[in-house]
């Protein structure tokens, strides 16, 4: 699953709209809900039944199971074919890629909306990266030590530099995503769902005040002699 926000206007709402339903503000406001999100980022690793996952994420198999119904009914997950029974279901996400762009609605009840998911759902990244490290800290993440990448780089560019690299990383990972995606058929032993997260954004200030800091620490001249 690919979720990718193209941010043309730090304040557009995102559009996770899937292959073929699009995003209006019924189906943003149906996702915008705390626990719905978690269950979503939950079958992002893989089917579930609402009994499974009332038990991962603390809640009550009642709310997991009406949960995943209204998200079901907005067509972000759907009961899988051929397993589980009417009294334990097994759920997945709904097939095809759910792409975070630039959406054409901008009413307030469509912002609201996604102020909800977005926050909830940055919230989850950060938990999954931090559960990763306190997993590998405690040895129980042996083969994957020293494979996994967590860093940071900071840059001075212009907005169409910016453009420019973050367009060639996303190719990079759309080649990655053909190859490993969550629908790959041939599922090597000990292949697990990786997550890779990658933002790239304008840090608060101006390059005047990063020039005007790198002058004041910065010896002039006569200090260097």
Same mark, same amino acid.
């Given at each position: 699953?690919?979720?990718?926000?193209?941010?043309?206007?730090?304040?557009?709402?995102?559009?996770?709209?899937?292959?073929?339903?699009?995003?209006?503000?019924?189906?943003?406001?149906?996702?915008?809900?705390?626990?719905?999100?978690?269950?979503? !980022? *939950?079958? =992002?690793?893989?089917?579930? #039944?609402?009994?499974? &996952?009332a038990?991962?994420? +603390? $809640?009550?198999?009642?709310?997991?199971?009406?949960?995943?119904?209204?998200?079901?009914?907005?067509?972000?997950?759907?009961?899988?074919?051929?397993?589980?029974?009417?009294?334990?279901?097994?759920?997945?996400?709904?097939?095809?890629?759910?792409?975070?762009?630039?959406?054409?609605?901008?009413?307030?009840?469509?912002?609201?909306?996604?102020?909800?998911f977005?926050?909830?759902?940055?919230?989850?990244?950060?938990?999954?990266?931090a559960e990763?490290?306190?997993?590998?800290?405690?040895?129980?993440?042996?083969?994957?030590?020293?494979?996994?990448? !967590? *860093?940071? =780089?900071?840059?001075?560019? #212009?907005?169409?530099? &910016?453009?420019?690299?973050? +367009? $060639?990383?996303v190719?990079?990972?759309?080649?990655?995503?053909?190859?490993?995606?969550?629908?790959?058929?041939?599922?090597?032993?000990?292949?697990?769902?990786?997550?890779?997260?990658?933002?790239?954004f304008?840090?608060?200030?101006?390059?005047?005040?990063?020039?005007?800091?790198?002058?004041?620490?910065?010896?002039?001249?006569?200090?260097?002699?």
């Amino acid at each position: 699953m690919t979720t990718r926000e193209h941010d043309s206007d730090a304040d557009d709402p995102l559009d996770l709209t899937g292959d073929d339903l699009p995003l209006d503000v019924r189906r943003l406001k149906a996702l915008a809900h705390p626990l719905r999100t978690q269950i979503f !980022d *939950a079958l =992002t690793t893989g089917p579930a #039944t609402a009994s499974g &996952l009332a038990q991962r994420l +603390g $809640e009550s198999s009642g709310a997991t199971s009406y949960h995943l119904r209204q998200l079901a009914e907005h067509g972000f997950v759907e009961e899988m074919p051929g397993r589980g029974t009417a009294r334990e279901r097994w759920w997945q996400l709904a097939p095809g890629r759910h792409a975070l762009s630039s959406s054409a609605d901008e009413s307030a009840a469509a912002r609201e909306a996604l102020d909800m998911f977005a926050s909830e759902w940055m919230r989850l990244r950060y938990q999954a990266a931090a559960e990763f490290r306190t997993r590998v800290r405690a040895g129980l993440e042996p083969a994957w030590k020293g494979k996994a990448s !967590d *860093a940071t =780089t900071l840059f001075v560019m #212009t907005p169409d530099e &910016l453009e420019a690299m973050t +367009g $060639e990383l996303v190719a990079v990972l759309d080649r990655w995503d053909d190859r490993c995606g969550r629908e790959r058929a041939d599922v090597p032993d000990g292949a697990r769902v990786v997550e890779l997260q990658l933002r790239a954004f304008p840090r608060v200030g101006s390059a005047v005040d990063f020039h005007d800091t790198a002058r004041a620490v910065a010896p002039t001249e006569t200090e260097a002699s």
